[in-house]
């Protein structure tokens, strides 16, 4: 280190830089940063976009000048340094290098080659269940998550759904508390309620995941499955505080219908078909004895449900009280 100060005294202008280039790096893997920390950091430090290409541990990492870590591979135009076992690690300018960027690569090298000895920590084994519960985990880093989807063969970028199942369903799962998560590419059949998640690159399954157990709580005997992207604004109900719902009156009616044998099946399958006849025949009851319970129902709520705007404020209310009685998902 000596040798190497004594050297740079010689580079005049950009010798204190290069000196804070070494100390940053060196703090870093003194610290042990993470592989998220150090291409976040690096990026902050070079002002432009860098990454760390390590395929033999399923690791593309790269990070904007503001940041942000995604994965991604390595551009044309990146100034590159190579490592051994195919790991590389880059810089990418816009314009011409900066004096010091061949300092900042070497040293961003050494740093990546010591982390990833210090990141080897032993992952579940290949298809355990625990690895998907690291992909569908918020909070561990973009490079544990490209790991654990590397050892159970998904590459970072494959388009996959996350579903939020109570029933088993087809496909690569592990049961979180009382609902079962599963990667899939396609929608299964199931037997159960399902809340089907958005169609995202695989190092965001955790989105997906997030947004399927949502989907879930919308989810009814009449309508089990339930897909993320078709309830449009109503996603922002799930938000919706349970006190809050307790407190609107037409819940409060509902769940005063509640304690009715079949009533809120009955209104359910008026909403679903949009018909008294046909929510009839859904459910296996006589024309007149549904007649006669919506009756019952309208006298309750305070409004009718012969018409369009009465079954829409009756689904919103029946969609409120579900979400209200359902319990969260991890």
């Given at each position: 280190?000596?040798?190497?100060?004594?050297?740079?005294?010689?580079?005049?202008?950009?010798?204190?830089?290069?000196?804070?280039?070494?100390?940053?790096?060196?703090?870093?893997?003194?610290?042990?940063?993470?592989?998220?920390?150090?291409?976040?950091?690096?990026?902050?430090?070079?002002?432009?976009?860098?990454?760390?290409?390590?395929?033999?541990?399923?690791?593309?990492?790269?990070?904007?000048?503001?940041?942000?870590?995604?994965?991604?591979?390595?551009?044309?135009?990146?100034?590159?340094?190579?490592?051994?076992?195919?790991?590389?690690?880059?810089?990418?300018?816009?314009?011409?290098?900066?004096?010091?960027?061949?300092?900042?690569?070497?040293?961003?090298?050494?740093?990546?080659?010591?982390?990833?000895?210090?990141?080897?920590?032993?992952?579940?084994?290949?298809?355990?269940?625990?690895?998907?519960?690291?992909?569908?985990?918020?909070?561990?880093?973009?490079?544990?998550?490209?790991?654990?989807?590397?050892?159970?063969?998904?590459?970072?970028?494959?388009?996959?759904?996350?579903?939020?199942?109570?029933?088993?369903?087809?496909?690569?799962?592990?049961?979180?508390?009382?609902?079962?998560?599963?990667l899939a590419t396609e929608v299964p059949e199931s037997?159960?309620?399902?809340?089907?998640?958005?169609?995202?690159?695989?190092?965001?399954?955790?989105?997906?995941?997030?947004?399927?157990?949502?989907?879930?709580?919308?989810?009814?005997?009449?309508?089990?499955?339930?897909?993320?992207?078709?309830?449009?604004?109503?996603?922002?109900?799930?938000?919706?505080?349970?006190?809050?719902?307790?407190?609107?009156?037409?819940?409060?009616?509902?769940?005063?219908?509640?304690?009715?044998?079949?009533?809120?099946?009955?209104?359910?399958?008026?909403?679903?078909?949009?018909?008294?006849?046909?929510?009839a025949v859904v459910l296996h009851r006589h024309h007149?004895?549904?007649?006669?319970?919506?009756?019952?129902?309208?006298?309750?709520?305070?409004?009718?449900?012969?018409?369009?705007?009465?079954?829409f404020r009756l689904h919103l209310a029946l969609m409120?009280?579900?979400?209200?009685?359902?319990?969260?998902?991890?």
């Amino acid at each position: 280190m000596k040798g190497l100060l004594l050297r740079l005294s010689g580079l005049d202008a950009d010798a204190e830089g290069a000196v804070r280039v070494i100390g940053f790096f060196d703090r870093l893997i003194t610290e042990r940063a993470g592989l998220d920390a150090l291409v976040r950091s690096t990026s902050e430090l070079a002002g432009c976009p860098v990454g760390l290409h390590a395929p033999g541990q399923g690791l593309c990492l790269v990070a904007d000048s503001g940041g942000a870590v995604t994965t991604g591979p390595v551009p044309a135009r990146a100034s590159v340094r190579a490592l051994e076992g195919g790991v590389q690690v880059w810089v990418l300018r816009s314009g011409a290098p900066a004096p010091l960027d061949d300092m900042l690569l070497e040293r961003f090298a050494i740093a990546a080659a010591v982390l990833l000895e210090h990141s080897s920590v032993p992952l579940p084994e290949l298809g355990d269940p625990a690895l998907i519960e690291l992909v569908l985990s918020e909070s561990v880093g973009t490079a544990e998550r490209s790991r654990a989807l590397h050892l159970l063969g998904i590459n970072a970028t494959t388009p996959l759904r996350v579903l939020a199942a109570t029933s088993d369903v087809p496909g690569r799962s592990v049961l979180l508390g009382s609902v079962r998560a599963v990667l899939a590419t396609e929608v299964p059949e199931s037997s159960g309620r399902m809340g089907v998640g958005p169609l995202l690159p695989a190092i965001d399954a955790a989105e997906s995941w997030r947004a399927a157990r949502a989907a879930l709580r919308f989810a009814a005997d009449s309508e089990p499955v339930v897909w993320w992207e078709k309830l449009g604004g109503l996603t922002l109900l799930a938000s919706t505080g349970p006190a809050e719902v307790s407190a609107l009156p037409d819940v409060r009616a509902l769940d005063r219908l509640a304690a009715e044998p079949d009533m809120i099946t009955a209104l359910d399958a008026l909403c679903a078909t949009g018909s008294v006849r046909k929510a009839a025949v859904v459910l296996h009851r006589h024309h007149s004895t549904m007649t006669t319970r919506l009756a019952r129902a309208e006298a309750v709520l305070g409004f009718g449900l012969d018409e369009a705007p009465g079954r829409f404020r009756l689904h919103l209310a029946l969609m409120l009280r579900r979400l209200r009685d359902s319990e969260p998902s991890r």
